[in-house]
């Protein structure tokens, strides 16, 4: 699997490429999944371009994406979006319309009680696992890891040199991950590098403008469908040329 992670916490800052109003991550997330991914992530935003969690926001993403797709759809619940956890399980008691997953970073504050509020609503769970963090041992020990949809293995390491070793380790540390199915995937200089590895591994992985603006070759990428034709290439399950590298094309971002 090639989950597309199409805009993150990125704003207007990193250049028009990335998505952000209702209309324009469902643009995306078509075209990503005409290239290949069969699951999207996003991070829903304010007016004034910030990630939240707020159950107007939530739906209109979800609806606007789910127009466009036929595959499941998940949202963020990270904790810059709604730094007070109580609130946050508030915010997801009060939407309206349900992502089929969230992701819930496990070394944040309230994680337990987010992930709860998610599965008492019959929302999927992505375990957020960090590398740098006490998120594998927290969930090592959580009652509720045997109940999460999938562990997010999230290699926050940008080295290209040193991310896959680090992507090991906290593989190392997951252990069975409970016996839950695990995405393993890199961000900036280590995206491309942890992907490769996840494909040697026989691991799902994710990629997009949320995780990195550039493919393989250093060019800047031009949309999510580039970056995930890019990904099922080196993941091993495609062997089609990404666009505009067959004849030279220099296809720009980050």
């Given amino acids: 699997m090639v989950q597309v992670c199409v805009n993150g916490t990125r704003g207007a800052a990193d250049g028009a490429v990335v998505p952000m109003s209702p209309g324009a991550l469902a643009d995306s997330a078509a075209g990503a999944v005409a290239a290949g991914a069969s699951d999207v992530h996003v991070h829903p935003k304010s007016p004034c371009g910030q990630d939240t969690l707020s159950a107007k926001a939530v739906a209109a993403v ?10 499941p759809v998940g949202v963020t619940t990270g904790a810059w979006s709604e730094p007070d956890p109580a609130a946050r399980v508030a915010r997801i008691r009060a939407w309206t319309v349900l992502p089929d997953h969230a992701s819930v970073n496990w070394h944040e504050p309230g ?9 008492d609503r019959g929302v999927g769970v992505e375990a957020g696992i960090w590398s740098g963090t006490e998120g594998a041992a927290r969930f090592a020990a959580s009652p509720l890891a045997g109940r999460v949809l999938r562990v997010l293995a999230e290699v926050t390491d940008p080295s290209p ?7 090991r380790s906290l593989l190392r540390d997951l252990g069975d991950a409970h016996g839950r199915p695990v995405l ?14 996840a494909g040697r591994l026989g691991l799902a992985t994710r990629i997009g403008l949320e995780d990195t603006l550039t493919q393989p070759d250093g060019q800047r ?12 290439r080196l993941h091993g399950q495609d062997r089609r040329t990404p666009p ?3 004849c030279g094309g220099t296809d720009r971002r980050r």
């Fill in 62 to 71: 979800l609806e606007a994406i789910r127009s466009r797709v036929g595959v």
């Fill in 111 to 119: 994680a337990e009680e987010v992930a709860a509020a998610l599965l």
């Fill in 161 to 167: 040199a040193t991310a896959p070793d680090t992507a």
């Fill in 184 to 197: 393993l995937h890199g961000e900036e200089g280590g995206a491309w590098p942890v992907l490769r590895l």
């Fill in 221 to 232: 990428a031009v949309s999510n469908a580039q970056l995930v034709a890019w990904a099922l």
């Fill in 244 to 246: 505009g590298t067959a």
